[in-house]
């Protein structure tokens, strides 16, 4: 992946919004989140296991924040591929439901899709899941304001790293 990070809000469609939206977030970026696919207005990503997400080492379950931020990025994603046009959007809420601890070992998928898009607000569902989204390892509902940024450019809080 190139160090480079495309301008966020930028390209023609949703979709090069999604992978710009991606490649973005810090955070996202550090846990090794991956877009994996967009289909029928559902996005579909994946978070590599590594032993560096681990909550608990005697477990090696999977940190839940780790699950958390994911379905928060996915959900994200979600509502800019619903949205007609660019414009920037912040987690108002944020509900996940743990279901029972991701399986040791194993790469955690997600799948979220964005439910309804008001003025100002949009509605997402998501699931975490290992291989089968019928057996969740969570699933989360959110809510994200629409144009946040309060009238400034797109990007315009965002700061290049300290090299």
């Given at each position: 992946m190139s160090d480079e990070i495309p301008a966020y809000g930028q390209g023609e469609g949703a979709l090069e919004r999604i992978k710009a939206m991606m490649?973005?977030?810090?955070?996202?970026?550090?846990?090794?989140?991956?877009?994996?696919?967009?289909?029928?207005?559902?996005?579909?990503?994946?978070?590599?296991y590594r032993a560096d997400l681990v909550?608990?080492?005697?477990?090696?379950?999977?940190?839940?924040?780790?699950?958390?931020?994911?379905?928060?990025?996915?959900?994200?994603m979600a509502t800019v591929l619903g949205m007609p046009a660019p414009s920037t959007?912040?987690?108002?809420?944020?509900?996940i439901d743990y279901m029972r601890p991701a399986i040791p070992g194993r790469d955690i998928y997600a799948e979220a899709q964005c439910t309804k898009v008001g003025r100002s607000v949009a509605f997402v569902q998501a699931l975490a899941y290992e291989e089968d989204a019928s057996d969740p390892v969570a699933r989360g509902v959110a809510t994200f304001m629409i144009n946040s940024n309060a009238g400034r450019k797109i990007g315009a809080n965002y700061k290049p790293p300290r090299t």
């Open positions: 490649q973005w977030t810090p955070h996202g970026r550090a846990l090794g989140f991956e877009l994996l696919r967009v289909e029928n207005g559902k996005v579909f990503a994946k978070t590599p909550g608990d080492p005697e477990t090696g379950v999977i940190a839940g924040g780790v699950i958390t931020t994911f379905l928060d990025q996915v959900c994200g959007i912040a987690t108002i809420d944020l509900r």
